[in-house]
């Protein structure tokens, strides 16, 4: 785990990183290439959270820990709470909140848009009706 997101040239070449860096990196890719993502970290009980990057047009989200899968795409509703319970139960684990979150190599800031918590009613989810 690296607490920050490492430049894209240093992650490639050293083919080195977590979760963030991977999820990070296809997003900036696919916005480029005219497709719709988005990154969630979703927190997970007794564990560091887990980033992915969901693509609106494929339903599905790209996930790092089966990056050694040739087909690493996981279809899944485009709730922030769907993706979060799919990435939960892929992990094999219970997950307590979720974020979707913005960021900027330039300025290398996190910008936190919504988030979802697993214990409250899915009708006060902040992206409820967005997608």
């Known amino acids: ?9 240093v992650f490639l070449r050293t083919r080195n ?29 007794g564990r560091v959270a887990h980033a992915v990057c969901y693509i609106v047009e494929n339903r599905a989200y790209l996930d ?3 990056r050694r899968y040739t087909f690493n ?14 990435v939960a139960r892929s992990l094999e684990g219970n997950w307590t909140s979720a974020t979707e979150f913005t960021y900027d190599y330039k300025t290398e800031v996190k ?3 919504f988030t979802v918590v697993k214990t409250e ?11």
Do not use: M, W
């Open 1 to 9: 785990f690296i607490g920050y997101v490492q430049d894209p040239e």
């Open 17 to 45: 990183g977590d979760c963030d860096d991977y999820a990070v990196l296809a997003a900036h890719v696919l916005a480029r290439k005219e497709f719709t993502p988005r990154l969630l970290h979703v927190r997970l009980v």
């Open 64 to 66: 790092y820990n089966n």
């Open 73 to 86: 795409l996981q279809r899944c509703g485009p709730s922030i709470r769907e993706i979060a319970s799919k």
């Open 111 to 113: 910008n936190a848009l």
């Open 121 to 131: 009613p899915p009708g006060n989810d902040p992206d409820r009706g967005r997608y």
